[in-house]
């Protein structure tokens, strides 16, 4: 298992060290934070994309995106912390509860686009639906 962690640990160096090589090729770099910010929030909506249609898959019915929400969040936590603890082991940046914080506001306003976006797509169904029902109401009057 030690094995396996170390791996973990070595490759989430590996990627932090490239992602700040990337950041450090563009003429405004990112803060540590905003870029805690981008990252997480980037794996959140990741998470999202792939878990929402197995749990939607699974549940057929129901609150489907409160599942994928609470599950991804879950992940989510799990992931910053050891992100976190990584950078602690390997030296590779600093040990720091507020990119924790950071990358779950990423996270929670990625989340606010797309319930906003269901939102939409929601109310737009159900006025389409309600005018529907009207013309058929009319119609069945009028025969």
Do not use: C
């Not at 980037?42 to 939607?56: D, E, H």
């Not at 989340?111 to 976006?117: E, S």
């Amino acid at each position: 298992m030690l094995k396996y962690l170390r791996m973990l640990v070595a490759w989430m160096a590996r990627a932090h060290s490239a992602i700040l090589s990337l950041n450090d090729s563009f003429e405004t770099n990112f803060s540590d934070k905003e870029l805690h910010f981008l990252v997480i929030g980037g794996i959140g909506l990741m998470l999202i994309l792939l878990v929402y249609p197995l749990f939607k898959w699974l549940a057929n019915r129901g609150r489907v995106l409160a599942i994928t929400w609470i599950y991804a969040i879950t992940v989510l936590v799990v992931v910053t912390f050891g992100i976190e603890i990584g950078q602690g082991v390997t030296g590779t940046g600093d040990m720091d509860f507020g990119d924790i914080v950071a990358g779950m506001g990423g996270f929670f306003a990625v989340t606010a686009v797309i319930v906003a976006l269901h939102l939409v797509t929601w109310t737009i169904r159900t006025i389409v639906e309600m005018a529907r029902r009207r013309r058929k109401a009319v119609q069945r009057v009028r025969s």
